[in-house]
């Protein structure tokens, strides 16, 4: 069995490579779930000349079920805000008690705190595609989504109220542990 405060996340990248996420569990409701990753193993990585992330930052992310999109608010080793990021993927799948599955479409979409929005891996997501490893129907909705976070940008709706709201300060005091 597994502890109560956790989920591990399966999250496949196409096409055949899985990595498995263990986060804190801090909010567990029907229309979104929210986790925490600490201190988190990743390459610095720069969007537009900004730090979004380095190793050892903290993520909140926001799981939205039926969604084919999560979203993560980064944060730098400081705890400073560094802007919000969605993976585009499968809806995720809530399998046994704190495990959940899901794929990778490689679409990635950051906001920058002042709100510029960047689409990132494009290419990954076109490659993906002329090799088969997402079918035609699966990269269609990938783009819709796409382009619905970019139209919700546009009018100031998207990331929704919640992620708004549950920033890394709340999710340290609300959280299970």
Do not use: C
Request: proline fraction near 6%; aromatic fraction near 12%.
């Amino acid at each position: 069995m597994s502890d109560p405060g956790q989920v591990r996340i399966h999250y496949l990248r196409l096409p055949d490579r899985e990595q498995v996420y263990v986060q804190r569990m801090v909010y567990d409701g029907d229309d979104v779930k929210i986790t925490l990753a600490e201190e988190v193993d990743v390459p610095a990585k720069r969007v537009r000349g900004d730090l979004a992330m380095e190793p050892g930052s903290d993520v909140v992310w926001f799981t939205f079920p039926g969604a084919w999109h999560d979203i993560g608010r980064f944060y730098l080793t400081d705890h400073t805000f560094a802007g919000f990021y969605a993976n585009i993927l499968t809806p995720a799948r809530f399998e046994e008690e704190g495990r959940w599955s899901t794929t990778d479409l490689f679409l990635d979409v950051w906001m920058s705190p002042d709100g510029r929005l960047t689409v990132l891996d494009e290419d990954q997501f076109l490659a993906a595609v002329q090799r088969g490893d997402i079918a035609p129907d699966v990269a269609e909705r990938a783009l819709k989504e796409l382009d619905d976070i970019r139209a919700a940008a546009r009018d100031g709706t998207w990331p929704p109220p919640v992620v708004r709201e549950w920033d890394l300060e709340r999710a340290l005091r609300e959280s299970f542990w």
